[in-house]
Nanobody, 124 residues
Framework: QVQLVESGGGLVQAGGSLRLSCAAS????????MGWFRQAPGKEREFVVA????????YYADSAKGRFTISRDNAKNTVYLQMNSLKPEDTAIYYC?????????????????WGQGTQVTVSS
């Protein structure tokens, strides 16, 4: 059972930056595709970005392109989400997910493990 723990959320003004971290409990996380999703109040959970287990392929939602960057440090069992130029519409709970997949998927139900989430609030 892989455990994921997110951190780094908080309150930031529009235009600001945050860096989220997702620490995994096992080194086998290096074999997993890692994704970030978010869920705003009253909305469905939506895909943000994912990185293939090898780190050589990423896929961003249109809302994240050019502003967010995903990276992974398999030696530290950690995945990061650097978020720049934040907007009020980025306000949500951000979740880290791990899937034992060949490639990348944007579908939440194809990921095997989830963290508890971290709140990101962007004020205008």
């Amino acid at each position: 059972q892989v455990q994921l723990v997110e951190s780094g959320g908080g309150l930031v003004q529009a235009g600001g930056s945050l860096r989220l971290s997702c620490a995994a409990s096992e080194r086998t996380i290096s074999l997993y595709t890692m994704g970030w999703f978010r869920q705003a109040p009253g909305k469905e959970r939506e895909f943000v970005v994912a990185v293939k287990w090898s780190g050589d392929n990423t896929y961003y939602a249109d809302s994240a392109k050019g502003r967010f960057t995903i990276s992974r440090d398999n030696a530290k069992n950690t995945v990061y989400l650097q978020m720049n130029s934040l907007k009020p519409e980025d306000t949500a709970i951000y979740y880290c997910a791990a899937g034992y997949l060949i490639g990348i998927t944007t579908k939440p139900n194809e990921y095997d493990y989830w963290g508890q989430g971290t709140q990101v609030t962007v004020s205008s």
